[in-house]
């Protein structure tokens, strides 16, 4: 392939140097923001050294002027001639062999092409490298499944203003490149589960379903991606059932093929969901976390199966067959009408603190009593290789029950087996409000339990939040691969976006939707790319319907 | 003594005056006709014209190191010295255009000694003159840089460009080529017609007038920008034409200088010498000075070399 210089190294007013340089760009070529570099140039003693770089910023101005009124001389009067000098600086990101010299000013600067594009983005390096979408020259970029699969490292954190940033876009098309790419993800491969909550609309309950405003362009971008243009092969859909009996979904745009998911009163107390309901990071501070572990061990040592009625169980004379019937006999133990509380039940704390307690069951019995039934039926996580879970019709604190009851199934079932393998991928948006940065809650500490030791136990989050800075630091860190969408102007500054270089977090702000800034730990610099429009339909009205009389006549 | 008036000179004070008078300037001894454009002697106001393809053509000096030979006893002074011309086209915007450094190594008593390269960038070619003098050595320099200012100026205006060179003109060639004169150190008006000259408004000039025994020019005086509170010869320029072109012609050629000059002026805060130190010229002057290229850098290169065995060998 034939070289493209794109102008020489600067070292006229400011010297060049091995971090950083600037290039006088030729007057008939162009450097734009992103653009990937290589300087070459003679060290003695050691030869030639290839020095990669990012573009960081482009300038233009006139030289010959001294005025800036002279702008009017040159341009409109045309008395006064200039010279036109065009130049990018450039952030050196990899030297090559690594002697670090400034490159020599005067010496010319190629456009990276082919191997020196490899090199500049480490993907000689990369162990296993899978491709997420494109940078600005219209070639792929990749990440490395080595940080991403607890190889090397785990987790993917996305950050980004709603609406505009494309978090869950991006983390689909990444799941999609994941789960096409066998042959990159090697062993781990077989069997990976992906479990997926939808937080909004009911954006994500097409994933199975073609796209009808694919265009051919972005069909094209799949298949240089190597992915084919198709929705997600393998999905399953659960949403909360619509009222106390009857198993329908509580869908509005699509009914068919989604599961209702809940609970037996047997799986709520075995599996000590009563945890999930007091998740306010005010209930450990008022002790309400306390009683609930006194009545959680309680509940466990008095229930009794009931022959016949699987999901239901015996406490003491009581038959329990709905969350109504629990909360009933725990007001029987912690708030008796007539007589006193069984301080085996609440642990002695003050009579208000047990009030304070039942009242948040009763209300807990108004918003998620659908879910604790019978009948309960739990999200099969294993039958499909992508599950997702509707949340956006719950209340607040019914979503963080769910969120909490299946991210504690998941973690406890990979404890047991202690297996990194299957892969357990779970995507979770607003990640502040499980793992919020302040105050303390069983989901939080799963969360972070997830982030810290998840990578061993081959269970990767994938955690968005429209600000980092608002989530649990320990969640955010334990994340190698960093992805961030557009950002208000302000969380751009803060110390949760350290790994972007300056420029990075001017024009994060500017960021267009579908477009995304990636770190990774194998490329000491930030890659800003573009990812293709989805081929799976993301409202009701993209999606295209089979015919159902197809093949008949 | 009561004063009617006081003006600050608006050159810069090293440069002298754009005047050099202290009551009127001196008259030319030059026989100058004052009548070959038009008998009725008052301000002429051209008609607008179109902006024509104009080239300003500018040339700088310099002295990079004194030098001295010896040769049969005795020793001959030498200089070595840079110099530079180019052109700024305009052509709707303004361009750089034929910009060339030439290097010379002069050296009197007849000496011609030939100097190796001392880099590929810097190689001095050689001249010789008979005499001795420090301003002989000089001159010898100034005219290698008209030499190149007027091959240039004489190419380009061959070329159908009009042509604006700094300075009195010395080329006599039926081309269109004005030479273009900002200070004044003497008058070739009457007191009588003066006044003329003194009263023009930017865009306005005088009739044609003729003067010169050897290189005979067509000239006339115009005002390139308005100059309240100055001395009443600031902002009035001469411009001078070759009498090898008709005179028609060389009417024309002042009707439309006259027009335009005024767009190029400089200004008081642009140029320590505005407004007569048009845009064009001061800035090709800028280039071509950075041209020349860093003169303690140039002078080390040659000392260098001359310690190098690049001297005189001949």
Not at chain 1, 285 to 290: H, S
Not at chain 1, 326 to 335: A, F, G, K, P
Not at chain 1, 371 to 391: C, K, M, P, Q, S
Not at chain 1, 486 to 504: H, N, V
Request: hydrophobic share 40%; proline share 7%; glycine share 8%.
């Amino acid at each position: 392939m034939a070289e493209e210089q794109v102008g020489l190294v600067l070292g006229v007013v400011e010297p060049a140097t091995s971090t950083q340089f600037r290039v006088v760009i030729d007057e008939d070529n162009y450097l734009q923001l992103d653009d990937l570099v290589e300087a070459r140039t003679q060290v003695p003693k050691v030869g030639e050294v290839h020095l990669y770089g990012l573009v960081t910023e482009v300038a233009a101005r006139y030289e010959g002027a001294r005025f800036e009124s002279d702008m009017f001389l040159i341009a409109e009067e045309g008395s006064l001639p200039a010279e036109l000098a065009r130049s990018a600086s450039v952030q050196t990101i990899r030297v090559d062999p690594e002697i670090w010299v400034a490159p020599d000013p005067g010496e010319p600067v190629y456009r990276v092409r082919g191997h020196s594009r490899d090199k500049a983005l480490y993907a000689d390096q990369m162990g296993r490298r899978l491709p997420i979408g494109f940078a600005r020259d219209g070639d792929p970029i990749w990440v490395d499944l080595d940080f991403f699969d607890g190889r090397k490292g785990g987790h993917i954190s996305i950050s980004g203003v709603s609406g505009v940033a494309t978090k869950t876009s991006f983390a689909l098309a990444f799941l999609r490149s994941l789960t096409a790419h066998p042959d990159v993800l090697g062993p781990a491969a077989s069997n990976v589960r992906v479990l997926v909550f939808n937080v909004k609309q009911e954006d994500l309950l097409w994933l199975d379903k073609p796209n009808r405003g694919l265009t051919d362009e972005a069909r094209l971008q799949w298949t240089r991606m190597g992915i084919p243009s198709e929705p997600f092969p393998s999905v399953s859909f659960w949403a909360p059932p619509r009222g106390a009996v009857g198993m329908v979904p509580d869908t509005d745009s699509r009914t068919e093929g989604v599961s209702p998911f809940s609970w037996t009163p047997r799986e709520f107390i075995e599996m000590g969901l009563l945890r999930f309901l007091f998740t306010e990071t005010g209930d450990f501070r008022q002790q309400l976390t306390f009683v609930e572990e006194r009545v959680r061990s309680q509940l466990a040592r008095l229930a009794q199966p009931v022959e016949g009625r699987d999901g239901v169980v015996r406490i003491g004379t009581r038959l329990v067959a709905s969350l109504a019937d629990l909360v009933d006999v725990i007001e029987q133990h912690l708030d008796p009408p007539e007589g006193e509380p069984d301080q085996s039940w609440t642990g002695r704390v003050q009579g208000g603190t047990a009030q304070a307690f039942m009242r948040r069951l009763r209300a807990a019995e108004h918003r998620i009593g659908r879910l604790i039934r019978a009948d309960g039926n739990r999200v099969d996580r294993t039958a499909e290789a992508v599950t997702v879970v509707d949340l956006h019709k719950l209340h607040d604190f019914a979503q963080r029950f769910v969120v909490g009851a299946l991210l504690d199934e998941v973690f406890a079932g990979k404890e047991k087996t202690g297996q990194r393998l299957p892969l357990q991928v779970i995507l979770l948006d607003e990640l502040n409000k499980y793992a919020p940065r302040e105050g303390h809650s069983p989901i939080k500490e799963t969360l972070i339990d997830i982030a810290q030791r998840g990578r061993s136990l081959g269970i990767i989050l994938i955690g968005a939040q429209q600000t980092a800075s608002r989530v649990a630091p320990e969640v955010v860190e334990n994340a190698s691969i960093r992805v961030s969408g557009r950002l208000d102007a302000a969380e751009a500054e803060r110390a949760e976006y350290g790994w972007m270089l300056p420029s990075t977090r001017m024009r994060a702000r500017l960021f267009k939707p579908g477009t995304m800034v990636v770190f990774q730990p194998g490329i000491p610099a930030p890659l800003v790319f573009t990812f293709p429009y989805p081929p799976w339909a993301t409202r009701p009205e993209e999606a295209v319907e089979e015919d159902p009389f197809e093949g008949l006549s | 003594m009561t004063v009617d008036q006081m003006w600050v000179e608006s050159w810069s004070p090293e440069y002298g005056s754009s005047s050099e008078v202290d009551d009127g300037l001196a008259p030319s001894e030059e026989e100058v006709d004052l009548y070959v454009e038009t008998a009725d002697w008052r301000a002429l106001s051209p008609e607008p014209s179109s902006s024509p393809l104009v080239a300003f053509i500018d040339g700088v000096d310099r002295v990079d190191a004194r030098a001295f030979v010896g040769h049969s006893m005795s020793t001959a002074p030498g200089l070595f010295g840079s110099v530079a011309a180019g052109a700024v086209v305009v052509d709707g915007r303004a361009r750089f255009e034929a910009c060339e450094v030439q290097r010379w190594s002069v050296f009197g008593d007849g000496v011609a000694p030939r100097v190796r390269p001392f880099s590929a960038a810097i190689t001095y070619r050689g001249r010789s003159i008979p005499g001795t003098r420090p301003e002989e050595l000089r001159y010898e320099l100034q005219k290698a840089r008209s030499d190149l200012e007027e091959d240039l100026a004489r190419r380009l205006a061959r070329g159908g460009m009009l042509v604006i060179a700094d300075g009195p003109l010395r080329v006599r060639e039926p081309v269109n080529l004005v030479g273009y004169i900002k200070s004044h150190q003497k008058t070739y008006l009457s007191p009588g017609h003066a006044p003329v000259a003194l009263g023009l408004t930017p865009g306005e000039r005088t009739p044609i007038f003729s003067f010169g025994r050897i290189r005979p020019r067509y000239s006339w005086y115009t005002r390139i920008a308005p100059a309240p509170h100055q001395h009443p010869w600031a902002a009035i320029a001469r411009c001078e034409v070759s009498t090898t072109v008709e005179l028609r012609r060389a009417i024309g050629l002042a009707d439309v200088v006259t027009h335009h000059l005024p767009r190029f002026a400089s200004r008081g805060f642009w140029d320590t010498r505005a407004p007569q130190n048009l845009v064009p010229i001061a800035s090709l002057e800028r280039k071509l000075w950075s041209l020349l290229g860093n003169r303690e850098l140039v002078m080390r290169r040659i000392r260098s070399g001359v310690m190098a065995g690049g001297r005189a060998d001949g």
